[in-house]
């Protein structure tokens, strides 16, 4: 096949690609329900619930905590089957190996995430909630680009019309990009303590700049603090881990807007690359008023709830940028290798 | 004849020394000033089985003070006695959900000794223990049906403030202290405590509030109760 030639655009496919991804990002706002309600054990058995099979669980039942988790696991079945028809769809009719292959992943990825999630229920295991919640997240990043990839907007890259983006710019973003999912494994560690909000302030943190974190500070952190939801003790590592989310906001926050003046320079204010880094920059700002608001309305779980679904559109936002601007620096090799072009035409000159 | 003198020498002997009799330590626990306001329990608004209930929304129960500032839910015990444990043969305890809500929300139990988890609510709970990681004791999580068997639990290893928790209603807490022995107990909300038939010695006597810290003092048991009382301040 002609890497050059353009692959003919398969729209129903597209489309149910996007509706996949959109409804993924729905399944982790009904994830990230169950965590800000504390209800991820409020269904004590997996897979079934209360003994019924999940999808004879009667509505009547569906009281208090267990709304949230049962339906988040209604809905990630229905994600899980969405996957499913989108994978073998792509291998049937996608004409690139590639994209046959990452429909492969996303159905072991989405299978895995269910096997995660129900296993942290049985098993008890706060660490795998932690899992969970990372690869959520990264499924959702893969559905994006499964979607992405499926649409024109990438077709264009083949025909060869998109301009170069500079290496620094490039390793500029990727290099955010990282930062910003390792503030989600932070937020997810954070959240999946159990143990509210570690600090109850800002911008201080219990009163100070830096706080104190020796153990009379934390049982006296402890004792005032007069619990209303069933949290875990405080921790110094809590409070510590806190702390180094806050301090990594603010690297974020520099580097999206570093991305956006250099767009600007590089690429020009018309450029495509430009508009979304500035439409990341807007989520990011976004994202730091949603992180005070959440300390602020004591950790209100529709406020930490939007938090981490922002934070997902931030991760995407970052990751599609490179996904475009690896792909449109690559320089078309005769035989059309993998998404990050770049790295493709390196590995088939090799 | 020698016979009948030696029981006699030996029944004079017993008579004349005194026994040590096994007594209880007594006391009252008192909160000297206002406590923190608790908090209305808002989350348990939206949920109708719950507020059924209640003629108003309940509020935490962290500090549990009287009028005159009689200290209830101050978990008091004696340190140093581990090994001591009876609990395989003591009278289950018993914790029951009533109104979405814990009761009592402060327990004390044995290492070993039953804890009956009881749901006198007309709705679903999870009963849900979380010891510390490094306790030894092991998580639990079950579902309990309205109406349904009682659950019963016991925990091998001493831990202070080992958490139950309902993750269908969120607000729904109890701490249990586990100790080895069973020189414990937990003050009422007249503020009173008694610690039952504790061997003559000296001891270390703890009093233990979540919120309101720990503090210990020195006691010595002879053969009448030995009385001790502890006075907690608002955290500073």
């Given at each position: 096949?002609?890497?050059?030639?353009?692959?003919?655009?398969?729209?129903?496919?597209?489309?149910?690609?996007?509706?996949?991804?959109?409804?993924?990002?729905?399944?982790?706002?009904?994830?990230?329900?169950?965590?800000?309600?504390?209800a991820g054990?409020s269904?004590?058995?997996?897979?079934?619930?209360?003994?019924?099979?999940?999808?004879?669980?009667?509505?009547?039942?569906w009281?208090?905590?267990?709304?949230?988790?049962?339906?988040?696991?209604?809905?990630?079945?229905?994600?899980?089957?969405?996957?499913?028809?989108?994978?073998?769809?792509?291998?049937l009719?996608?004409?690139?190996?590639?994209?046959?292959?990452?429909?492969?992943?996303?159905?072991?990825g989405?299978v895995?995430?269910?096997?995660?999630?129900?296993?942290r229920?049985?098993?008890?295991?706060?660490?795998?909630?932690?899992?969970?919640?990372?690869?959520a997240?990264?499924?959702?990043?893969?559905?994006?680009?499964?979607?992405?990839?499926?649409?024109?907007?990438?077709?264009?890259?083949?025909?060869?019309?998109?301009?170069?983006v500079?290496?620094?710019?490039?390793?500029?973003?990727?290099?955010?990009?990282?930062?910003?999912?390792?503030?989600?494994?932070?937020?997810?560690?954070?959240?999946?303590?159990?143990?509210?909000l570690?600090?109850?302030?800002?911008?201080?943190?219990?009163g100070?700049i830096?706080?104190?974190?020796?153990?009379?500070?934390?049982?006296?952190?402890n004792q005032?603090?007069?619990?209303?939801?069933?949290?875990?003790?405080?921790?110094?590592?809590?409070?510590v881990?806190?702390?180094?989310?806050?301090?990594?906001?603010?690297?974020?926050?520099?580097?999206?807007?570093?991305?956006?003046?250099?767009?600007?320079?590089?690429?020009?204010?018309?450029?495509l690359?430009?508009?979304?880094?500035?439409?990341?920059?807007?989520?990011?700002?976004?994202?730091?008023?949603?992180g005070?608001?959440?300390?602020?309305t004591n950790?209100?779980?529709?406020?930490?709830?939007?938090?981490?679904?922002?934070?997902?559109?931030?991760?995407?936002?970052?990751?599609?940028?490179?996904?475009?601007?690896?792909?449109?620096?690559?320089?078309?090799?005769?035989?059309?290798?993998?998404?990050?072009?770049?790295?493709?035409?390196?590995?088939?000159?090799k | 004849?020698?016979?009948i003198?030696?029981?006699?020498?030996?029944?004079?002997?017993?008579a004349?020394?005194?026994?040590?009799?096994?007594?209880?330590?007594?006391?009252?626990?008192?909160?000297?000033?206002?406590?923190?306001?608790?908090?209305?329990?808002t989350?348990?608004?939206?949920?109708?089985d719950?507020?059924?209930?209640?003629?108003?929304?309940?509020?935490?129960?962290?500090?549990v003070?009287?009028?005159?500032?009689?200290?209830?839910?101050?978990?008091?015990?004696?340190?140093?006695m581990?090994?001591?444990?009876?609990?395989?043969?003591?009278?289950?305890?018993?914790?029951?959900?009533k109104?979405?809500?814990?009761?009592?929300?402060?327990?004390?139990?044995?290492?070993?000794?039953k804890?009956?988890v009881?749901?006198?609510?007309?709705?679903?709970?999870?009963?849900?223990?979380?010891?510390?990681?490094?306790?030894?004791?092991?998580?639990v999580?079950?579902?309990?049906?309205?109406?349904?068997?009682?659950?019963?639990?016991?925990?091998?290893?001493?831990?202070?403030?080992?958490?139950?928790?309902?993750?269908?209603?969120?607000?729904?807490?109890?701490?249990?202290?586990?100790?080895?022995?069973?020189?414990?107990?937990?003050?009422?909300t007249?503020?009173?405590?008694?610690?039952?038939?504790?061997?003559?010695?000296?001891?270390?006597?703890?009093?233990?509030?979540?919120?309101?810290?720990?503090?210990?003092?020195?006691?010595?048991?002879?053969?009448?109760n030995?009385?001790?009382?502890?006075?907690?301040?608002?955290?500073?």
């Open positions: 096949m002609n890497a050059n030639a353009p692959v003919k655009i398969n729209r129903p496919l597209h489309w149910f690609a996007i509706a996949t991804a959109i409804a993924t990002f729905l399944l982790l706002g009904a994830g990230g329900l169950v965590t800000s309600h504390e054990m269904v004590p058995d997996w897979p079934n619930s209360y003994g019924y099979n999940m999808f004879a669980f009667p509505i009547s039942k009281t208090g905590g267990i709304f949230y988790e049962h339906t988040h696991r209604l809905w990630a079945s229905a994600v899980g089957l969405m996957t499913t028809i989108l994978a073998v769809w792509l291998w009719r996608d004409p690139r190996k590639w994209m046959k292959w990452l429909g492969i992943i996303a159905f072991f989405v895995a995430q269910g096997v995660l999630g129900g296993l229920v049985t098993m008890h295991m706060n660490s795998l909630g932690i899992f969970h919640g990372v690869i997240q990264t499924f959702f990043v893969l559905m994006c680009a499964i979607a992405f990839f499926t649409g024109g907007i990438w077709q264009k890259k083949s025909e060869n019309k998109i301009s170069t500079p290496r620094g710019l490039r390793s500029h973003v990727l290099f955010v990009t990282i930062l910003i999912f390792l503030q989600l494994i932070l937020g997810a560690t954070m959240r999946h303590q159990h143990a509210g570690a600090i109850s302030d800002f911008p201080l943190a219990h100070k830096w706080p104190d974190t020796n153990p009379d500070a934390i049982a006296r952190y005032e603090r007069m619990e209303v939801m069933n949290a875990n003790p405080i921790t110094a590592f809590q409070v881990l806190q702390m180094v989310h806050r301090i990594v906001a603010i690297v974020i926050f520099t580097g999206v807007a570093a991305a956006v003046g250099l767009s600007v320079k590089r690429l020009g204010k018309k450029d690359l430009t508009k979304l880094s500035i439409f990341w920059f807007a989520l990011i700002i976004f994202q730091i008023v949603l005070i608001a959440t300390i602020w950790k209100a779980a529709d406020v930490a709830t939007a938090h981490v679904l922002v934070g997902a559109l931030s991760l995407v936002t970052g990751a599609l940028w490179c996904i475009i601007a690896f792909g449109h620096s690559a320089k078309l090799s005769e035989t059309e290798t993998a998404p990050f072009g770049a790295f493709g035409t390196f590995a088939a000159n | 004849m020698i016979k003198l030696s029981i006699f020498l030996l029944v004079a002997t017993l004349a020394t005194p026994v040590l009799r096994a007594a209880d330590i007594v006391g009252t626990v008192t909160f000297k000033g206002t406590p923190p306001a608790e908090i209305p329990l989350q348990m608004e939206d949920n109708a719950c507020m059924a209930m209640h003629k108003e929304t309940p509020t935490t129960h962290h500090y003070v009287g009028k005159n500032g009689e200290f209830g839910n101050v978990t008091v015990y004696l340190q140093g581990d090994g001591k444990s009876t609990g395989a043969t003591a009278a289950p305890a018993v914790l029951d959900q109104g979405c809500l814990y009761e009592p929300t402060i327990l004390a139990v044995q290492t070993g000794q804890i009956t009881k749901n006198s609510d007309d709705c679903i709970h999870n009963v849900h223990a979380i010891p510390s990681p490094t306790s030894g004791n092991q998580e999580n079950d579902p309990q049906q309205p109406g349904g068997a009682d659950l019963t639990y016991s925990f091998p290893k001493p831990e202070m403030f080992l958490k139950f928790q309902c993750d269908v209603h969120p607000w729904m807490f109890a701490w249990v202290s586990v100790f080895d022995h069973p020189y414990f107990c937990v003050s009422g007249d503020g009173k405590f008694t610690i039952k038939n504790v061997p003559p010695g000296k001891y270390t006597i703890v009093a233990a509030h979540r919120k309101a810290g720990e503090q210990t003092q020195e006691v010595e048991v002879k053969d009448a030995a009385t001790v009382n502890f006075t907690f301040e608002p955290p500073k």
